[in-house]
């Protein structure tokens, strides 16, 4: 099976689950394990932070990032396809009880002049205490949704310009902020300056086959250690997924680039097949969204999947291949030949 639903889906190498096997431990709720102390440190250090707390996944660091910013009624701002916001179960009322505004982007992208019309400037006349305060402004970079795009860094900066002139902290979801990266050049530190809370992703294109790490000032990890706890992220002897980790960040980073081109020769081949809708220019990274013109997207992917390519929906006339570290050359070409293949077979009970 030629699997593109997700870069999540990647395998441990024999190399990694050899760095895995030999990791020094300890119980990481005393603050005792040598590995994620090590890999905390490291990647504090790539980001430019001075601190950095391990968690098991993107969707926790994220979170608790969102609490420690935040008291229950407080508002964040994100762009509408945010994954903090929708695929991330509805935690941000669920565990923070906060509000979520949404900002309709650009292929995941608003602009700093759309957050200037989103921030609230209350006359006098105005009492403060009814709207809910705007405690967090989120952007996400690459950007899933939006079909893996790299949020540019002049409009980063600026974007954080406006929000220090407000004094609202901002957040970035980094799952995937090695690839921004890889395809601007523009080392991680140099993102990372710009807000206060950063969250990575090894378990994505990296890798690895768990954890997550926030990083930022020492006393906003301070605090997020205690929700890191509170939301039941203490994983005691976390060193055999933090060696995955660390082997990653150490040897994979470097390959990202690989998966930049193979997604770039996938999406330059779909774009040409009659019934897609796709403008490969668009495709910065690894992540390949697709239009159908008048077809189902359910039945495409159900009919690749019967001959070996595993894609997912993107809403009834969307499809998401995702490349990734498993996936070669051969795989790009064999994926182009069973999507044309099903894209010229008829099926008119799933015309739509
Ligand atoms: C942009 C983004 N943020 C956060 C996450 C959540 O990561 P996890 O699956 O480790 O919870 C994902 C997962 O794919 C993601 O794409």
């Known amino acids: 099976m030629i699997d593109l639903r997700s870069d999540t889906v990647t395998k441990p190498t024999d190399a990694m689950r050899d760095a895995m096997a030999r990791a020094d431990v300890g119980d990481d709720v005393y603050g005792d394990d040598p590995t994620v102390q090590a890999l905390e440190a490291r990647t504090a250090e790539i980001l430019g932070k001075e601190a950095a707390v391990y968690m098991p996944t993107g969707t926790m660091t994220n979170q608790v990032a969102l609490r420690t910013h935040t008291e229950a009624g407080d508002e964040i701002l994100v762009e509408s396809g945010a994954h903090i916001f929708v695929n991330e179960g509805g935690a941000p009322a669920g565990l923070s009880g906060i509000l979520v505004r949404p900002i309709q982007g650009e292929h995941g992208i608003f602009t700093a002049e759309q957050l200037e019309q989103s921030l609230r400037v209350l006359h006098p006349f105005n009492p403060s205490t009814i709207p809910a305060p705007t405690k967090l402004i989120c952007l996400e970079n690459t950007h899933n949704s939006g079909g893996g795009t790299v949020w540019p860094l002049a409009s980063i900066r600026e974007i954080a310009a406006l929000a220090r002139t407000h004094r609202i902290p901002l957040h970035l979801d980094g799952a995937r902020l090695w690839h921004a990266s890889a395809a601007s050049g523009v080392p991680e530190a140099d993102y990372a300056k710009e807000f206060d809370t950063v969250s990575v992703c090894f378990s994505k294109g990296l890798g690895a086959p768990i954890g997550s790490v926030l990083a930022g000032a020492s006393e906003p990890i301070a605090r997020a250690r205690r929700f890191k706890q509170m939301f039941g992220g203490g994983f005691r002897q976390a060193g055999v997924v933090a060696a995955a980790a660390l082997y990653a960040l150490e040897n994979h ?74 996936i070669d050359d051969e795989a790009i070409q064999t994926t182009l030949s069973v999507v044309k293949h099903v894209l010229a077979t008829e099926n008119k009970e799933n015309r739509v």
Do not use: Q, W, Y
């Open 253 to 326: 980073r470097a390959d990202l680039s690989n998966d930049h081109k193979r997604a770039a020769t996938l999406a330059t081949g779909l774009s040409t097949l009659p019934g897609v809708e796709l403008d490969a220019t668009r495709v910065e990274t690894n992540i390949i969204r697709f239009r159908l013109n008048d077809r189902s997207s359910f039945d495409l992917v159900e009919r690749c999947h019967a001959k070996g390519v595993h894609m997912l929906p993107a809403g009834r006339h969307a499809a998401r291949a995702v490349v990734h570290r498993d």
